[in-house]
């Protein structure tokens, strides 16, 4: 079964195509990384499927429930049992790591203060950052910071987590420490995960399936090996630079 589905799906800017007539199933309880260079359509393929934009053409379904048509957003991004992690975090400056965590449950739940410590503590463990829970953003390194953005995601239990490019602004070291801790989200809390990436060697080491997007189409889609071995001339050229 597929967790999205797309069909036809195109979306402009000031006249410029970003995404022509995408159709693209994405396997439920797999990490989907989408691998393009920048501009390829990539993040907005991601802004989409989250509702933050809408499609010119096509349907968006979402674990078999339509979620966008041409034009509308029928079910607003609350609803669609979805994390998103930004690039940039997003994390609220003034908050502990922990309050961090908490504020999501406590908009978005109606669940007590002792079951919402529980799950925030499920966290804090699981990341290995329990000995930062009171710490504010800034006082955090990037590699911190990043796993209080995952786990703010997590805690709410979406079905679909959606990362843009998470670990950008990371150096190499970072990279690989959380990239090791994030490998096996899919399994250890039973979601699925569509990661946009331009680095095919994050993606070779991180996804189960990988898709490549060019100037707003798809190329090629298959495993890690499918593609190292791919014999199309734009993949091979890509993940040779």
Not at 72 to 84: H, N
Not at 184 to 206: G, M, P, W
């Amino acid at each position: 079964m597929s967790i999205v589905s797309l069909r036809q799906i195109s979306k402009s800017f000031s006249h410029a195509t970003v995404l022509n007539k995408i159709d693209l199933d994405l396997t439920k309880g797999a990490f989907t990384a989408i691998l393009g260079s920048s501009g390829s359509g990539k993040t907005t393929l991601l802004r989409l499927i989250a509702g933050l934009e809408k499609p010119d053409t096509g349907t968006i379904h979402i674990n078999g429930r339509l979620v966008s048509n041409e034009n509308r957003i029928l079910v607003p991004p609350a609803q669609r049992e979805t994390g998103f992690i930004f690039q940039d975090l997003a994390l609220w400056p003034h908050l502990t790591v922990y309050e961090n965590i908490a504020l999501g449950l406590r908009i978005k739940t109606d669940r007590q203060e002792a079951d919402i410590a529980a799950a925030i503590g499920k966290m804090l463990e699981f990341f290995g950052i329990a000995e930062h829970q009171h710490k504010y953003p800034g006082q955090l390194s990037g590699g911190q910071q990043q796993l209080v953005a995952i786990a703010r995601s997590l805690v709410l239990e979406p079905k679909l987590l959606l990362m843009d490019e998470p670990l950008a602004n990371l150096d190499v070291k970072l990279k690989a420490k959380i990239r090791r801790q994030i490998k096996n989200l899919t399994r250890q809390f039973s979601v699925s995960i569509i990661y946009v990436t331009h680095d095919h060697h994050e993606a070779f080491n991180l996804a189960d399936e990988i898709v490549v997007i060019d100037s707003g189409s798809v190329i090629e889609r298959g495993t890690p090996e499918d593609i190292k071995n791919s014999q199309n001339t734009f993949v091979r050229e890509f993940i040779e630079v």
